[in-house]
């Protein structure tokens, strides 16, 4: 879906909105669409939203538009409403879908514990924020398909964005939600493929990268489309997703305080996964409580025991987070036992002529892995030396992490500075504060957070409005 055009009418506006506050959102992925609209449905008084990013999809950055979107989100129905205070909005958005409940009248009431395609929730996303724009004849937004590569702070604490527009009117809050940055370019004149693998290889054989979510999307969007070669995944932990339960796994956690140092919690959390599934419930139970206490806990570590969790055990806990459909994770697993799909824990090199170099875990010598396509699924994290968050990072409006996993910041997404302030009118939301804030790459941590800001930003501009 492009969004030339749409908003047309209303740029035209933009030079009636010196007086308003000008709110810039940067990236238009899910958490900036998000953002509007919860800044839509809080900021009751008029204002004037920017929107920037060069990729002209509004259909949910890369986790909702990367691939096929035809490929099943690993979240359920209840717990992907966009909607605060209402977890039941997508749920309903669905019943009220009469295609949908064409498709899927098995499911009727209710949709709460279903898995549904990217490009449905994608769907929903924009019409909530088509909904939410409409009802808003009060407000100007205005939607830019440059990359912002420099903030600046300017006099009277506005902010200033560089980008190929030189005529972009000073913000007064700037809100990033730049995720996982901007996808690479792929340069057709480069083909990456190792051209010699098709005379060392007896069957047509691919490598995937990595061990996410992304791997399995990859791996059955190839069979999807026919592929029956070999697939080998390479991953340096080896942990693939786990399964999700057939039905609704609802939090649980012992009441019994945590420990303080992380082998003990690990110990912990052991041992109430195991007294969980004694009782009939479910390890990924224990799971989903866990996830209520992540913040707290994260902050409580100090940063020796942070980087010790993210050498050695952050692989582990994602792969019990993250976690696949049931009939999905029969898919891979099925694949696994076929043999037509292998796992190797190790390492990879660099990329030849013909496949390409790995260390498998455990040896001291590199082998080549022949393979005539190579699709890297790892998920890299927030570029933090991309021209934009150095920039920030250079003016001392933002500082990385102690992990340097991508910016400190605070609950509500306020990059925090060295002395623990923070800089009025700046926001870094999503996963941009993953070594802060564990699990703010989630749709439903991203909703509190946009909702969160939203209401401060309220707050700060207009301090007597009531959200909607
Ligand atoms: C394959 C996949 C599947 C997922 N499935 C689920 C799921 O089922 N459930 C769940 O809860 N979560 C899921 N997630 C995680 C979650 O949805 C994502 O973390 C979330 O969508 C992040 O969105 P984002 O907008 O912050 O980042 P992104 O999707 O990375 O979007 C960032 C946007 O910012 C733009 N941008 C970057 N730099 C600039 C710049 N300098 N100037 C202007 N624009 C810029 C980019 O072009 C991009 O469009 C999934 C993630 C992936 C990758």
């Known amino acids: ?221 190839l069979r999807d489309a026919g592929y029956q070669g070999q697939i080998t995944i390479v991953s340096r932990r080896g942990f693939l997703p786990q399964s999700h339960t057939p039905n609704s796994a609802d939090p649980v956690f012992p009441a019994a305080a945590l420990p303080s140092n992380l082998p003990e919690i690990l110990r912990f959390i052991r041992n109430a996964c195991r007294e969980a599934e004694e009782e009939g419930r479910s390890w990924q139970s224990v799971m989903n409580g866990l996830r209520k206490h992540a913040r707290s806990l994260w902050r409580s570590l100090p940063a020796h025991q942070k980087r010790q969790f993210n050498r050695h055990l952050r692989a582990i806990y994602d792969s019990h987070r993250n976690r696949l459909p049931e009939a999905i994770y029969a898919r891979l697993q099925g694949e696994l036992a076929s043999g037509n799909t292998i796992l190797r824990r190790g390492v990879v090199g660099r990329q030849g002529l013909s496949g390409i170099f790995f260390r498998p875990a455990g040896s001291a010598c590199d082998e080549v892995i022949h393979a005539e396509r190579i699709l890297d699924c790892r998920c890299r994290g927030p570029q933090l030396n991309s021209p934009l968050l150095s920039s920030l990072q250079n003016q001392g409006l933002a500082l990385a992490d102690e992990l340097s996993l991508g910016l400190a910041v605070n609950q509500r997404g306020q990059p925090c500075l060295e002395d623990g302030s923070t800089v009025g009118g700046l926001f870094a939301i999503g996963p941009l504060g993953l070594g802060s804030l564990p699990d703010i790459d989630l749709v439903p941590e991203i909703v509190s957070q946009a909702y969160a800001v939203g209401e401060h930003i309220a707050e700060r501009f207009y301090p007597k409005s009531k959200a909607v």
């Open 1 to 221: 879906m492009t969004v030339q055009g749409l908003f047309s009418s209303r740029s035209a506006a933009a030079a009636q909105i010196s007086a308003r506050p000008r709110f810039a959102i940067v990236g238009r992925g899910f958490s900036g669409m998000m953002m509007a609209i919860a800044l839509m449905k809080t900021v009751r008084l008029p204002f004037h939203m920017q929107l920037f990013d060069p990729n002209s999809s509004v259909s949910g950055g890369q986790a909702l538009s990367s691939a096929r979107a035809s490929t099943i989100l690993n979240t359920r129905v209840r717990d992907l409403s966009v909607s605060v205070g209402d977890t039941d909005d997508f749920n309903d958005w669905l019943c009220s879908n009469a295609e949908f409940r064409a498709a899927v009248p098995a499911a009727i009431p209710g949709f709460r514990q279903i898995f549904v395609p990217k490009d449905i929730f994608s769907d929903y996303v924009y019409q909530r924020f088509s909904e939410a724009l409409s009802a808003r004849k009060d407000i100007t937004v205005q939607v830019c398909h440059d990359p912002v590569v420099a903030i600046r702070r300017t006099h009277g604490n506005r902010f200033l964005l560089e980008s190929a527009n030189p005529a972009n009117p000073l913000f007064d809050s700037v809100i990033l939600a730049t995720g996982y940055g901007m996808p690479e370019i792929e340069d057709p004149a480069r083909d990456p493929s190792p051209v010699r693998a098709q005379r060392l290889i007896a069957r047509p054989h691919t490598v995937l990268l990595g061990s996410g979510i992304r791997v399995v999307d990859h791996l059955l969007q």
